[in-house]
């Protein structure tokens, strides 16, 4: 079984563009969470999708939204980018809607962005 | 605020066992243990769980005190590709994961 895509791997923008990650979660799961990770910050939750639908949202501004599509494939965009923006960004698919037991979430191998 | 306690860092020499501890005293008793490792700039792995009982799987061991409030995760026998930071979490089915610091584990030849 194919694991969890994320694309593009590697991403440069420049302060004040905005940018899309694309992810696709693992076949048959339909829970999909995002995380930024930086140096100083460590591996922070962004949001969570099931069904369409965000279950739970991390504590980060307005700029950073996403959305997932009825094949459970997800993607978050990033408006008006700020140099602390530059981060690697990870997607996780996991097979148990939110709030329905523990489960496990399978990572992706993430995308890096730099915010110049 | 965090919920769980690791070391930053531990060594192990290749072919021995690695024991990492975690102390997560104000553990709850719907809320699972959960260890997930990373190695350098790949996205984290899922290695285990577990809410009071021992759990065994194929890459590793998790010992769960009988109060919960430690645990510790067994690599039975450390290679250099587990040379990653481990991380401990506590979460419960309605929870996200909180990632803190985790364990920088060192195997080395």
Known sequence: KAGVTQTPRYLIKTRGQQVTLSCSPISGHRSVSWYQQTPGQGLQFLFEYFSETQRNKGNFPGRFSGRQFSNSRSEMNVSTLELGDSALYLCASSLNPPGQGAGEQYFGPGTRLTVT | DAKTTQPPSMDCAEGRAANLPCNHSTISGNEYVYWYRQ??????????????????????????????????????????????????????????????KGTMLLVSP
């Open chain 2, 39 to 100: 190695i350098h700039s790949q996205g984290p792995q899922y290695i285990i769980h577990g809410l009071k009982n021992n759990e065994t799987n194929e890459m590793a061991s998790l010992i769960i005190t009988e109060d919960r409030k430690s645990s510790t995760l067994i690599l039975p026998h450390a290679t250099l590709r587990d040379t990653a930071v481990y991380y401990c979490i506590v979460r419960s089915g309605y929870s996200t994961l909180t990632f803190g």
